[in-house]
């Protein structure tokens, strides 16, 4: 592994060799068998993502919520519904990773319960729904025991680098890719433009672009920060 | 019109000159700008419903929630998110339809406030949503003044006869479809099979079949039902 590390550190911008584990997509919380919460994430960054990770060299593993895209040829897909099955195929995976890259949108909560058979309403009543908290999976993933280099997003509406910076430290990640998702400017599109905050305190700024032309310099950005790692 | 509805009578199948309504697909309620509530209908059966009619010459009015289909070329779509846009939209082209049939998975509640901006989640404590009921479309359909042939749907995961007769009658409309929507077998799926109980006591089951085959029938069945109407 030492020669294999140094090699890396002489190939910048490669990822030859590594093992990237992406997630992607909005996940499906079940409210009963035909209502379900979920949110307006496409997949197209995390697809991105892993289609430029393959192109840099990586095996990639893609652990998917319900999306209307086309993985890439290559790729090693998992497809998923609820966050409680991405938490464990993405755990999973990430064991032998050596970049995990959260850009699913996960929903955060789930209800309490699922019901078996499709609720009927009482008219004129107001239903209560009780949710409950779900994992944090990218956390969970930098939690794992051995060395890997984890990534995650932060979607935020307001507040955005206060919130990113707030997350990056709590879930104890190596970097955070944040974006502003207020007024549909990113969701379902197929543009969008981020701030990447790393635990070194290091900050890096892509100005609005295509989705696949970005998701090729965020792969450059943890290339180039995975060989400047130490080989040990 | 008394020529048109009598030459209508030897046309049987054919909806030449008539207008069409079609809901189709989910409804997507809002909890905030990115989180919302929805179901499983991929708008296949609406969308084939629309493509049927216009085969037997209806001018079809198609309203559609989100789905990943392409409208069929000549209808006349109108694009809606939520309950409360479908309502509006329905109950305007309603006005001048001589079938409206209500295919699409109306959620039943949305939450009572859509947030602004995004949720923060509060670590380990429960969120309670509070859901209030959306109007009825295709009841509030049945209830316009004027003369028109409403067809409601009722997806059911039990009781599906009693259910699908209960709706019809408190609904007030001349006939519902009725599926069995347990165990994944219909809702994004490319077959479909349903009863049609209708007003005058009448039922006709139509065995599974593609859901683009069953549409066809099923618009047979109610051109050939307008045909029996009495001309006034």
């Not at 496409?42 to 319900?66: F, H, I, N, R």
């Not at 709590?170 to 998702?181: F, G, P, Q, T």
Request: charged share 20%; glycine share 8%; hydrophobic share 45%.
């Amino acid at each position: 592994a030492l020669t294999e590390c140094i090699a890396a550190q002489f190939q910048l911008g490669s990822l030859a060799g590594r093992h990237v584990v992406i997630t992607a997509g909005p996940t499906r919380e079940a409210i009963d068998p035909v209502r379900y919460l979920t949110n307006r994430s496409s997949g197209k960054m995390g697809y991105a993502l892993a289609e430029a990770a393959l192109d840099a060299g990586a095996q990639v593993t893609l652990v998917s919520g319900p999306v209307n895209l086309s993985p890439p040829p290559k790729v090693r897909l998992v497809a998923v519904e609820s966050a409680l099955e991405m938490h464990a195929a993405t755990l999973a995976a990430a064991e032998s990773a050596d970049v995990v890259i959260g850009a699913a949108a996960v929903a955060d909560y789930r209800p309490q319960v699922a019901a078996q058979d499709k609720l009927k309403k009482h008219a004129g009543e107001p239903m209560q729904l009780t949710l409950v908290e779900n994992p944090d999976i990218i956390a969970d993933v930098a939690a794992l025991p051995g060395l890997r280099f984890v990534v995650g997003f932060a979607a935020e509406t307001q507040h955005l680098e206060e919130y990113a910076q707030a997350k990056l430290k709590l879930k104890r990640l190596h970097a955070i890719i944040a974006n502003n998702v207020a007024d549909g400017g990113v969701f379902e599109q197929d543009e969008n433009e981020v701030t990447v905050f790393s635990r070194d305190g290091g900050t890096v700024s892509f100005a609005r672009r295509g989705k696949k032309q970005l998701a090729r310099g965020l792969i450059q950005w943890i290339a180039a920060a995975l060989a400047e790692k130490p080989c040990d």
